[in-house]
C-alpha cells in the first residue's frame, strides 16, 4: 500500500511489476504495460525506494510474487476502521497530497498516466483547508493588514462570517 500511496500506481501495475523494472541506481520504477498502452516512467520518493530496497529475495521476477493483495489490502482497511475505502483510492490520494503539497498538474498527469488534463483533474480532490490556504496566498497586503489591525488573524471563516460591506 505504500509503494501505491506514494506513485499512484494502478493495482494492476503494481501486481505486475518486475525487478527489471525498479531502477534503483535512478530512483524510477519504468513501466511498460499500462492502461493506455503507454510506457511511462515514475520517480520513486525516498520512502518508495527504501520498502523497494528492503524487501527480501533475489529481486529477480515479480516484485510481488502472490499475485494478489485482496486479502492483505481488506484486513489492512478493516484494522484501520475505514468504511467504504477500495484500492483504486490510494491512487485518488496520492494525487490529492501531491497537488495539495504544490505538485504541477501537468507533471501528475505524466505520472498518473493519464492522456487528458481533464482526466488527471477527476483524480486532485483538494481539502477544503487546501482551497482556503490558497484563498489567502491571493489576498491583497491591505485586506491582510487591515484583518490584522482589527484583531480577526487567522480567525476561521464559516458560512456567514464574512463582514459585510
Given at each position: 500500500m505504500t509503494v501505491t500511496l506514494e506513485?499512484?500506481?494502478r493495482k494492476g501495475?503494481?501486481?505486475e511489476l518486475t525487478w527489471d523494472r525498479v531502477d534503483l541506481n535512478r530512483g524510477?520504477?519504468?513501466?511498460?504495460v499500462t492502461k493506455s498502452g503507454r510506457r511511462r516512467e515514475v520517480p520513486m520518493r525516498q520512502v518508495v525506494y527504501?520498502?523497494?530496497?528492503?524487501?527480501p529475495g533475489l529481486?529477480?521476477?515479480r516484485v510481488w510474487p502472490a499475485g494478489s493483495i485482496r486479502t492483505a489490502f481488506e484486513n489492512a482497511v478493516e484494522a484501520a476502521q475505514i468504511e467504504d475505502f477500495h484500492f483504486h483510492d490510494l491512487r485518488h490520494h496520492f494525487a490529492s497530497w501531491y497537488v495539495m503539497r504544490g505538485g504541477a498538474l501537468?507533471?501528475?498527469?505524466?505520472?498518473?498516466?493519464?492522456?487528458?488534463?481533464?482526466m488527471t483533474m477527476k483524480y486532485a480532490h483538494l481539502s477544503p483547508r487546501h482551497l482556503r490556504d490558497e484563498m489567502e496566498k491571493t489576498e491583497s497586503p491591505a485586506e491582510i493588514t487591515s484583518s490584522r489591525a482589527q484583531g480577526r488573524a487567522h480567525e476561521p471563516i464559516g458560512e456567514g462570517a464574512l463582514p459585510r460591506k
Open positions: 506513485t499512484g500506481l501495475e503494481l501486481l524510477v520504477i519504468r513501466l511498460e527504501y520498502v523497494l530496497s528492503q524487501l529481486h529477480v521476477g501537468p507533471a501528475l498527469q505524466q505520472i498518473l498516466g493519464h492522456a487528458s488534463l481533464a
